[in-house]
């Protein structure tokens, strides 16, 4: 059984940080997998933050979060961990962690949420200006 729980999240000023865990369940880093943040504004969309694909550590990023935010991995932890630098009060959202086992966003769209079969339940980001 696959699961994902993330941690993290917070309160913080505009130009604070913030690092998000996701820790997986019923997997195994020492193989190669395809992970992804996500993250939902009230009102909004679901929207792909970044992925990774721990056999290589090959990383994407959506452009708003370019240059502020790096996903990483640790194998031994089987965790994933999105840094947070410079938030902004657009980065207030729901962030949620996203496991795609069969490779299909990773081919086809990393930022494509449907593609993604396993979820967490997210924690909760606020930026204060």
């Known amino acids: 059984q696959v699961q994902l729980a993330e941690s993290g999240g917070g309160s913080v000023q505009a130009g604070g940080s913030l690092t998000l865990s996701c820790v997986v369940s019923?997997?195994?880093?020492?193989?190669?997998?395809?992970m992804g943040w996500f993250r939902q504004a009230p009102g909004k969309e679901r929207e792909g933050v970044a992925t990774i694909y721990t056999g290589r550590s090959v990383t994407y990023y959506d452009d708003s979060v370019k240059g502020r935010f790096t996903i990483s991995q640790d194998k031994a932890k089987n965790t994933v961990t999105l840094q947070m630098n410079s938030l902004k009060p657009e980065d207030t959202a729901m962030y949620y962690c996203?496991?795609?086992?069969?490779?299909?966003?990773?081919?086809?769209?990393?930022?494509?949420?449907?593609?993604?079969?396993?979820w967490g339940q997210g924690t909760q980001v606020t930026v204060s200006s």
């Open positions: 996203a496991y795609d086992p069969r490779f299909r966003a990773y081919d086809s769209g990393w930022n494509d949420e449907s593609l993604y079969d396993y």
């Open positions: 019923g997997i195994t880093f020492r193989n190669s997998h395809h």
